[in-house]
Nanobody
Framework: QVHFVESGGGLVQPGGSLRLSCVAS????????MNWYRQSPGKEREVVAG????????NYADSVKGRFTISRDKAKNTVYLQMNNPKPEATAVYYC????????????WGQGTQVIVSS
């Protein structure tokens, strides 16, 4: 069964950095694409970054371009989201899921990991 476990969130200051991790299981990792999504209270979930797991080709939403970097480690079935100098608007719960950029993810979702950007 498909399973995602997100981790690495926490409190980060503007100008600081965090690296989120997503360990995936239940499918052939390199055959798919995955995205990072985020959701803030009162807002719809939005896609922020995506990666083709085989090639490493990446995509970014305009809101995070130049600040976030998505990567993967195929040997570890893990996708990362490096957040550098995040804006306060980046505060959200972050989720990973399978999906072709910029499309939706699918059930089941992981628990997500909370990121708070604050001074």
């Amino acid at each position: 069964q498909v399973h995602f476990v997100e981790s690495g969130g926490g409190l980060v200051q503007p100008g600081g950095s965090l690296r989120l991790s997503c360990v995936a299981s239940g499918f052939t990792f390199s055959m798919f694409a995955m995205n990072w999504y985020r959701q803030s209270p009162g807002k719809e979930r939005e896609v922020v970054a995506g990666i083709r797991l085989g090639s490493g080709e990446s995509n970014y939403a305009d809101s995070v371009k130049g600040r976030f970097t998505i990567s993967r480690d195929k040997a570890k079935n893990t996708v990362y989201l490096q957040m550098n100098n995040p804006k306060p608007e980046a505060t959200a719960v972050y989720y990973c899921n399978r999906g072709q950029w910029p499309g939706p993810g699918y059930d089941p979702w992981g628990q997500g990991t909370q990121v708070i950007v604050s001074s």
